[in-house]
DNA sequence: ATTTTGACTTAAG
DNA sequence: GCTTAAGCCAAAA
């Protein structure tokens, strides 16, 4: 298994309406610091549909990279459908960061 | 094996 | 609160 295995692993396994930060991935992947590095594997995302990079955000809550359709407004909007709380133009990480509360 | 780069993170201005 | 700088690890060229 490698890193990049896991990192895919985790990122499928985010719930609808809820996002989890690059940080918090490279840490369960084993690596706390390889954060960087799973925003490059989502970049690549070989499992494009089951790897929904758009739930995934950066440490702040806020969405970073996202080159696809409007920028990161069409995220949002895509976040909110999901149920995803939003501050401003970032996500409440309070209430929809994932692992909070009862972790599946 | 070495170098470069990166959808990040944290600290400082 | 936002911008700039440095750091860190891993993957890709």
């Known amino acids: 298994m490698s890193f990049k295995e896991k990192v895919y692993e985790i990122a499928r396994k985010i719930p609808s309406g809820k996002v989890a930060t690059y940080g918090q991935i490279a840490k369960m992947a084993g690596q706390s610091k390889a954060a960087r590095v799973v925003g490059y594997l989502m970049r690549t995302n070989p499992f ?12 702040d809550g806020g969405m970073v990279g996202f080159s696809a359709g409007e920028g990161l407004k069409t995220k949002k909007q895509m976040l909110v459908s999901e149920g995803v709380v939003f501050k401003g133009n970032r996500v409440d990480l309070g209430k929809s960061i994932w692992g909070v509360g009862k972790m599946k």
């Open 48 to 59: 494009a549909p089951e790897v929904p990079c758009h739930r995934v955000v950066g440490a």
